[in-house]
């Protein structure tokens, strides 16, 4: 009897775990998790080719239709994720300020308070503002600072904020 409750708890507690934080939420939808180091990170792969590279510290939920099924976004409402997607297919990043769409397959996304930074290494990537007007489509070097109520404008980034965020990845 005892034990029949010590499952029962362990179970929900096991439930709770898979509806927060990335290493939970990953294994629901079919993708495995490495550590790898300097910088300290998690290395998610997932079913249809989609790798994640995810800031130690960052706050993601990974959303699938079904278990063991390809991811089609991820929410981030802390930090930084690197997205490589191979072959290209539908799959979004959100997070409170933007929504970041896949049309290429390498890019970066940084949540921090009141802004979400979008950059593209290789590929495509449409960004729509979640609050306010517009949207823009991100070609190799360019990125977009989202803020609220704020117009959209691509730039193309300097090599030492590139810099900066790539070695967030080891890269």
């Known amino acids: ?9 362990a179970a929900s507690l096991a439930f709770l775990l898979l509806s927060v934080g990335a290493a939970a939420a990953q294994q629901a939808s079919g ?25 130690a510290a960052a706050d993601i939920t990974i959303r699938a239709p079904a ?11 802390g930090r930084a994720v690197l ?11 959100l997070t409170p300020h933007a ?14 308070a009141g802004t979400t930074a979008v950059f593209v290494s ?15 489509t991100l070609g190799p070097g360019e990125g977009v600072d989202v803020r609220p109520g704020e117009p959209l404008v691509v730039r193309r980034w300097p090599q030492e904020r590139v810099a900066r965020l790539l070695a967030r990845f080891g890269r």
Do not use: H, K
Request: glycine fraction near 8%; include cysteine; proline fraction near 8%.
């Open 99 to 112: 929504i970041a769409s896949v049309r290429g397959t390498i890019y970066a996304v940084d949540v921090e």
């Open 67 to 77: 278990a063991n099924a390809a991811p089609t976004s991820v929410a981030l409402t």
């Open 122 to 136: 290789r590929g495509a990537v449409r960004v729509a503002a979640r609050q306010g007007p517009g949207a823009v």
């Open 83 to 93: 997205v490589d997607l191979t072959p290209p297919r539908s799959f979004q990043i």
């Open 31 to 55: 993708c495995t998790s490495a550590s790898a180091g300097n910088p300290p990170r998690d290395v998610i792969r997932c079913p249809g080719g989609l790798l994640i590279e995810a800031e």
């Open 1 to 9: 009897m005892i034990s029949d409750v010590a499952a029962r708890m």
